[in-house]
């Protein structure tokens, strides 16, 4: 098998970036995700990287790639929420809009929340306590879906029950 040189990966991913920005961009498009909320929020998720980073500096911690890593992929996994949600209001027929527009902007002020701490932070040389508000989202979010979830359970043990012993009488 060749070994492929740093110079071809890169071109490689260079021609297929734009293709993986359409096909992202083509997916939100479809849902109907404002897209202009979702760049607000990859900027702030790279200001809160960026803050994180100086706050570890600043505390002495050291920086691993791995922990970075983990980090930004947690950050772009929270993008898939709002992707989540609206698939599965396209799923069920419903025109739910609001309900990712919404997420996508709880994630905005989760964002800014974090900044702000970050920057006190760094500022103060001291961590005030942790409220972490995705964790909260996604608490709010589980018990929406339970919500759904048990009304659709209700509806499918209210029907009326159907008599099909006329048929196996023969």
């Not at 920057?119 to 964790?135: G, S």
Request: glycine share 6%.
């Amino acid at each position: 098998m060749k070994k492929m040189d740093k110079h071809s990966f890169y071109e490689l991913l260079s021609k297929c970036g734009n293709d993986i920005k359409g096909l992202i961009y083509g997916a939100f498009l479809f849902l109907n995700i404002n897209v202009d909320v979702v760049k607000v929020l990859l900027w702030l998720m790279l200001i809160d990287t960026a803050f994180g980073m100086f706050k570890s500096f600043r505390f002495g911690r050291k920086i691993t790639f791995a922990r970075l890593f983990e980090g930004v992929m947690s950050k772009l996994m929270c993008l898939l929420i709002p992707m989540v949600l609206a698939l599965v209001a396209k799923g069920l027929g419903y025109d739910m809009k609001v309900v990712p527009d919404t997420i996508l902007k709880v994630l905005v002020v989760a964002e800014a929340f974090s900044i702000v701490t970050s920057f006190y932070a760094i500022r103060t040389k001291e961590e005030p306590k942790d409220v972490d508000l995705i964790t909260m989202l996604l608490n709010s979010l589980r018990k929406g879906l339970m919500s759904i979830f048990s009304s659709f359970l209700k509806k499918v043990e209210n029907t009326v029950p159907v008599d099909n012993t006329e048929e196996y009488k023969n």
